[in-house]
């Protein structure tokens, strides 16, 4: 068989591992194996990088991907799918392993039910796909943003300072959940449960009567304030919407060190991480995990398992359907706040 490779969406620490396990999988196994370039885009506009034992050497180690990526929506450009049966048909490609999110997959789930021999791999650094316990990405951002927190609290402290630590994560609050109680933070914001700034200030208030003269709040950029939740004054870094209908989100972080030392009268400073949580080396964790999937992905190919995805079920890897991974958000475990909230003030 002929297979090509994809990676779509934001790029995640680990997608490097995933496509070496792939291709080192599949070539052991008698097929040939070609790089799509940047995701969906690549098989529209027929980008091809050939793909050997020598182009995956050397990358386990590297973050973003050696394909590119993009967020390319086949169903948004007009005769897409026939397109990408036609270029799968014309370079003789018999089948995809597309690596990415919800979008990615979501299309793969489509392309599949359309006919077209997909199998998937799950990627996020949000940890936001249902049917997977983690995603790969996750881990290495959750580590990047605690290495950040260790560091704004001695900051903090030498200046008394309250400061708010913005996080990605998009509509879920894993990486500021995980992040924040690993890093000891003060408060942890999250898309999940709505804050009332009231409140959010008055903890502050308390901690610092208490004898403690800095804070530390992890805010993920879906948080939204009580008042609002569910409407659409989620604060947003500009109203585009990318091909698949998303928002950017953004600058929860300066609007609430703006509010919090309005009303508290406490010097606070604010730090948004960013794409440095996706940036960089994958931790081993990630790097375990992307080619465990890689490799299953290569034996959904083997035995013909199309319209399904590797997944990773507590500690082992199965096959699930790629409708699953999309049918819904997977939004943090409300008992992990709980564990947190006790450590809040
Ligand atoms: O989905 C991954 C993610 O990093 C989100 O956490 C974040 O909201 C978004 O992508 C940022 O997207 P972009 O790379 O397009 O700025």
Redesign the pocket.
């Known amino acids: 068989m002929k297979i090509g490779v994809l990676t779509g969406?934001?790029d995640a620490p680990g997608l490097n591992a995933v496509i070496r396990a792939v291709v080192r999988k599949c070539i052991a196994n008698g097929h040939e194996l070609v790089g799509i370039r940047e995701g969906w885009r690549g098989i529209l506009e027929n980008k091809y990088d050939p793909l050997d034992r020598n182009s995956v050497s050397g990358i386990l180690h590297r973050g973003g991907t050696i394909l590119g990526t993009s967020?390319t929506n086949v169903y948004k450009v007009e005769g897409g799918e026939a397109q990408v049966i036609k270029n799968m048909a014309d370079n003789g490609i018999d089948a995809i392993v597309a690596i990415g999110?919800e979008d990615t997959l979501g299309v793969a789930s489509k392309l599949a039910k359309a006919g077209v021999h997909i199998v998937g791999v799950p990627k996020?650094?949000?940890n936001d796909l249902s049917a997977t316990d983690f995603t790969f990405g996750f881990d290495t951002a959750v580590n990047v943003a605690t290495e950040a927190i260790d560091r704004l609290h001695t900051t903090a402290e030498s200046h008394n300072r309250v400061i708010v630590v913005e996080v990605?994560?998009?509509h879920a609050g894993w990486i500021a959940a995980y992040s924040g109680i690993a890093g000891g933070a003060d408060i942890i914001l999250v898309p999940e449960i709505p804050y009332d700034i009231d409140e959010v200030c008055s903890i502050i208030r308390k901690r610092h009567e208490g004898g403690k003269s800095f804070s530390i709040i992890v805010a993920s950029?879906g948080a939204v304030a009580k008042k609002v939740a569910g409407d659409s004054e989620m604060i947003l870094q500009d109203q585009k919407l990318?091909s698949f209908g998303h928002v950017?989100?953004g600058g929860i972080g300066n609007h609430l060190a703006e509010e919090i030392e309005k009303r508290t009268g406490f010097e606070t400073r604010s730090t948004v991480l960013g794409?440095i949580q996706?940036g960089g080396t994958p931790t081993a964790y990630d790097r375990v995990l992307g080619t465990r999937l890689g490799f299953c992905a290569a034996e959904l190919v083997e035995t013909n398992k199309w319209g399904y995805m590797a997944a990773l079920k507590g500690t082992s890897i199965d096959a699930v359907k790629l409708e699953e991974a999309t049918r819904e958000l997977k939004t943090i475990d409300l008992q992990l706040m709980e564990v947190a909230k006790t450590f809040f003030g």
């Open positions: 969406g934001g967020r999110g996020t650094i949000d990605m994560g998009r950029e990318d950017r989100l794409h996706r």
